[in-house]
């Protein structure tokens, strides 16, 4: 017969794992935007799309599965001194959790899909084009005042070009409601150009051109991270 | 309730430590495999090879040249290739249980891969490169130099073998060793193969 | 059957401490190796805590930006290779002979030179604080970056090329002993499951490493005699480093697991009372981890630009099925059975419960346009360490509790242990729930500090009090472990009515390891002895 200790583990280890869903269910809607900051380009919204949805399949996955374990800890803990039945395994039942995740992975690669292909299309031949060099630790940003467009005087010209330090970081001011180009250099080490609310990231990389395209559709101010580790 | 003794080494087949070797040597492949990787993933990035436009004007006027000598490796991929040749006589020879035959075909050997070293040593002395000259130079004198380090180590390994025979250790039935032996010679071959033909002669 | 008399080699008297220097006992050597990776995860976890203190509170002033970057750096490169990475060739030292029924490993010697490069390896490492800084590129040693950095850095990668001959001599050896001295009767579909997990990550040991070590060499050319393998200016390429590196070490994180995952499935057979379910489905799902491991490495560079990205996406997705038929055949091993607690146990469901979310968690960086967002950032760091240490902690914890009575002859303390998992637990979840939360929110892991308006503080302090309810947690491990010390040798053979063959010898066993053997029949020789053959 199981003994009073016994039964108290089963109770603590229920306790723990009860706590950590509650903590878990509790914590998520909180958050607004599901956790991820303030989606502010029309690409960060549909990462943040993408985001969601993965979520949602994996609490499905994380509350069906804990739930069967935490079920199978309590209902299964020995009760006496008989034998369970030693079933060896089954292949209907192999076959049946080989598909379950498989049908997961192709749903959620194919929605990731759909979005990595939207978020990187490329620029439109008129875009304003940034030129971003990182260099440790700060920014400089170059970009072409005719590029401007519509939204300023179109008798200005030439090139603007905004450094920061390490102490007074650099900032930037975009248009919103149309696309803009980043493109990145770096004659250094590896950085990584994030803004937390674009949901984006991508790494300066010496001797390559990388380049990234949002379309601003909200204004503020937004703080950017410096990353010269890259790791 | 049948018992039964410890398990020993099975006798069929390759011997454990044939066996341990062969893996020992798969390893060396992968390590070989990450230097080529950096070779072909350099020359696809580069224009043109060898990549003269990356030298600095310095580098131009200090009389940097990224070329490579065809001859004198090539006689010495010869002199290799006939080395694994011999190596491999010396186990034919203690196969048939004659001792003699092992000890000059290893000592060929290693006379042949002695003078493979120095004429690598030679011509490195020869080129009007260095290791910091571009990529071109990086590659070539990491990769010729690890296979170089792995031909000594061979050297080493041959010398072993040629004392150990001298001493009347191997016969007929026991000779592992040297079969050790001449499959790491052959697999230092391979790789110098395959680095004569993707260094001196692709470009 | 008649038994053949076990040839046992005479040994003289040695002092013990020559003994134990001079051992080419896998009992002993794998005990060595236990002790030391311990040794060195105590190290690593009190960085661990001088990390977290670091980060409690915004603008901290704790330790400078370059103290703690070697402090990072040093964490990870110690928690990952002078501890999860040997402790494994420690358990698989001990018991793979045990378990299969061999007098020792395949070749003694080299085993005992596996071990011994690793203490000098570690301290070589640890030297850089004597000379002018420790390595502090981080344990991924990024390029450019990694070019730049002090001669800690160089102690560093001698240290790891000298590990990773360590491991792939180990690998191989570990290999041969698997294919070639198994008991009779033990075909491989035979072999205790924590075999097939060893025998699995050797072989990716044996691939994957030297590949590390050719990157490690070309790295040191670069810093000492001027190449340029990832330098543009002389035709290099920056990217080129992160190719090499994750070609080994995603691998490698299956290296860190897999064993784990192994003893899991050792524990949990014998406290519920049935067999591993799904034994060959098991075995299957573990080589394709680790085939499908080698195939995955982009997706630590999404955000370079330079991978092709849905093609590493869907691999890396891929990696969820075998996982998932991991976790169902656990379940399924479980379901219907006649479970304890003892303290292995406790551990075993802790990994089921906390890898399971490493698992989940890292579904999110397979889906390329959320890695955009939550690369680099804590929520990465969250994951690594639902993996490493919800995973392969817990796990390393489950097998010390397991197989203590079997390597040391005495039993831990039930209560001690059960404070130990309520503590670790608590503690873990603390420390790095949170993590998901501040990387979502944008924190860039590494950093040294933030600021007060970036709304960080509370989460941080939240995991910085869980890192030291970690720290607690080993303090009843500690003291449980020197007490049973103190108490005599009690054990017998088999105290938990296990399945394998290591409970069949004396506890512990003779240095012979056994007078005579069992048929085996199946993967659980001893459960067949107790309870009759039962039908397949």
Redesign the interface.
């Known amino acids: 017969m199981?003994s009073t200790?016994?039964l108290r583990?089963?109770r603590?280890?229920n306790l723990?794992?009860s706590a950590?869903l509650l903590?878990?269910a509790t914590?998520s809607p909180a958050?607004a935007g599901w956790?991820?900051?303030d989606p502010i380009t029309d690409q960060a919204k549909?990462?943040q799309d993408?985001?969601v949805f993965?979520?949602i399949i994996?609490l499905a996955?994380?509350f069906a599965?804990?739930g069967?374990?935490l079920y199978?800890?309590i209902r299964?803990?020995?009760?006496?001194d008989?034998?369970?039945?030693?079933?060896?395994?089954?292949t209907a039942?192999?076959i049946v959790?080989?598909s379950?995740?498989?049908l997961?992975?192709i749903a959620?690669?194919s929605?990731?899909?759909i979005?990595?292909r939207d978020?990187e299309k490329k620029a439109p031949e008129d875009a304003l084009s940034v030129d971003v060099t990182g260099f440790q630790f700060s920014w400089e940003f170059v970009y072409s005042l005719n590029d401007l467009g519509t939204n300023t005087d179109p008798n200005a010209d030439g090139q603007i070009s905004i450094i920061g330090t390490a102490a007074q970081e650099p900032t930037l001011v975009i248009p919103v409601g149309e696309p803009v180009e980043f493109r990145l250099k770096s004659n250094?080490?590896?950085h990584?150009f994030?803004v937390?609310n674009f949901?984006?990231?991508?790494?300066v990389?010496?001797?390559?051109d990388?380049r990234f395209v949002i379309t601003a559709n909200e204004t503020g101010e937004f703080t950017g991270?410096v990353?010269?580790?890259?790791? | 309730m049948a018992s039964h003794a410890v398990a020993t080494q099975h006798k069929q087949g390759l011997s454990n430590g044939m066996l341990g070797f062969i893996l020992f040597l798969a390893s060396e492949v992968m390590f070989f495999g990450g230097l080529f990787a950096a070779y072909f993933i350099a020359r696809a990035d580069a224009r043109e090879w060898p990549p003269e436009y990356l030298l600095t004007p310095e580098q131009v006027a200090s009389g940097v040249k990224l070329e490579v000598e065809f001859w004198l490796p090539f006689i010495a991929t010869i002199l290799l290739v006939l080395s694994s040749v011999t190596i491999q006589f010396a186990v034919f020879s203690i196969q048939r249980g004659n001792r003699s035959g092992l000890i000059r075909w290893t000592f060929v050997s290693i006379v042949l891969g002695l003078v493979f070293l120095v004429m690598q040593v030679y011509d490195y002395s020869q080129l009007h490169f260095g290791v910091g000259d571009t990529i071109y130079g990086t590659t070539f004198y990491t990769m010729t130099g690890f296979h170089g380090l792995h031909v000594a180590g061979g050297v080493i390994f041959m010398g072993i073998i040629l004392a150990r025979s001298l001493a009347g250790q191997f016969t007929a039935a026991n000779h592992e060793a040297v079969e050790a032996c001449s499959f790491y010679w052959h697999f230092v071959d391979v790789v110098w193969i395959a680095l004569f033909t993707t260094l001196y002669i692709i470009p | 059957m008649t038994s053949i008399a076990i040839p046992r080699p005479a040994y003289a008297e040695r002092p013990w401490i020559l003994d134990w220097l001079m051992t080419v006992d896998h009992k002993k050597l794998g005990i060595l190796y236990l002790y030391t990776t311990m040794f060195f995860f105590a190290v690593g976890g009190i960085l661990a805590l001088l990390v977290r203190t670091q980060l409690a509170v915004a603008d901290n002033t704790f330790v400078n930006n370059d103290a703690y970057n070697q402090i990072f750096t040093m964490h990870a490169s110690a928690m990952l290779f002078l501890f999860i990475i040997p402790v494994w060739a420690g358990f698989g030292n001990y018991i793979v002979p045990l378990q299969i029924g061999a007098a020792d490993m395949a070749f003694p010697r080299i085993n005992a030179l596996s071990f011994w490069l690793i203490p000098p390896a570690g301290l070589l490492m640890f030297s850089g604080f004597l000379f002018g800084g420790a390595a502090d590129a981080g344990w991924t040693a990024y390029s450019p970056l990694a070019r730049g950095s002090g001669v800690g850095l160089d102690l560093w990668i001698i240290s790891v090329i000298i590990l990773g001959v360590s491991s792939t001599i180990g690998a191989a050896n570990f290999m041969v002993t698997m294919f070639r001295m198994r008991a009779p009767g033990m075909t491989m579909f035979r072999m205790p499951i924590f075999c097939w997990t060893m025998l699995v990550t050797a072989v990716l040991q044996l691939l994957a490493t030297p590949v590390l070590a050719s990157a490690l060499a070309m790295l040191y050319i670069d810093r000492n005699f001027g190449g340029s393998f990832f330098d543009p200016n002389g035709g290099g390429n920056a990217i080129l480093w992160q190719n090499i590196f994750w070609f080994y070490s995603h691998p490698a994180v299956y290296i860190m697991i897999l064993p784990g995952m192994g003893i899991i499935s050792e524990v949990l057979p014998v406290f519920a009372r049935k067999p591993l379910f799904g034994y060959k489905a098991f075995v299957f799902a573990t080589m394709g981890i680790g085939g499908l491991g080698f195939s995955v490495w982009a997706h630590h560079m999404f955000t370079t630009g330079a991978v092709l990205k849905p093609w590493f996406g869907f691999m890396t997705f891929m990696i969820g099925v075998p996982t998932g038929v991991k976790m169902f055949n656990w379940l399924g091993t479980l379901w219907r059975g006649s479970i304890t607690f003892e303290a292995p146990m406790l551990f075993a469901l802790g990994f089921l419960s906390m890898f399971l979310i490493g698992g989940i968690n890292g579904t999110f960086s397979a889906a390329v346009p959320v890695d955009f967002a939550i690369h680099d950032t804590y929520f990465v760091v969250a994951h690594i360490h639902y993996v490493l240490f919800g995973g392969a902690v817990f796990a390393v914890f489950a097998g010390l509790y397991y197989w203590f009575p079997k390597i040391w002859g005495r039993r831990l303390d039930e209560r001690l242990a059960r404070i130990h998992f309520a503590l670790q637990f608590i503690g873990f979840n603390l420390a790095f729930f949170p993590m998901h939360l501040l990387g979502l929110d944008g924190m860039p892991r590494r950093i040294a500090t933030y600021s007060e308006s970036s709304g960080w503080e509370t989460l941080n302090l939240i995991s910085t009090i869980g890192a030291f309810l970690i720290g607690v947690a080993m303090i009843p491990f500690i003291i449980n472990v020197v007490m049973a010390f103190l108490r005599p040798k009690d054990q017998p053979n088999d105290p938990w009515e296990a399945n394998t063959l290591e409970w069949w010898t004396t506890s512990p066993p003779p240095v012979h390891n056994f007078d005579s053997l069992p048929e085996v029949h199946s993967e659980r020789p001893l459960w067949d002895l107790r309870h009759g053959k039962t039908a397949h």
């Not at chain 1, 008989?82 to 089954?90: A, D, F, N, Y």
Request: aromatic share 12%.
């Open positions: 199981p200790g016994k583990v089963i603590r280890v723990l794992i950590a903590a878990i914590i958050f956790g991820m900051p549909r990462i993408l985001w993965t979520l994996a996955v994380f599965v804990e069967a374990l199978a800890i299964y803990r020995k009760r006496g008989e034998l369970p039945k030693q079933t060896h395994g089954s039942l192999e959790w080989t379950i995740p498989v997961i992975v959620l690669f929605y990731s899909f979005v990595l978020v250094d080490v590896i990584a994030y937390p949901h984006y990231k991508l790494d990389v010496p001797g390559r990388n991270s990353r010269s580790c890259a790791g």
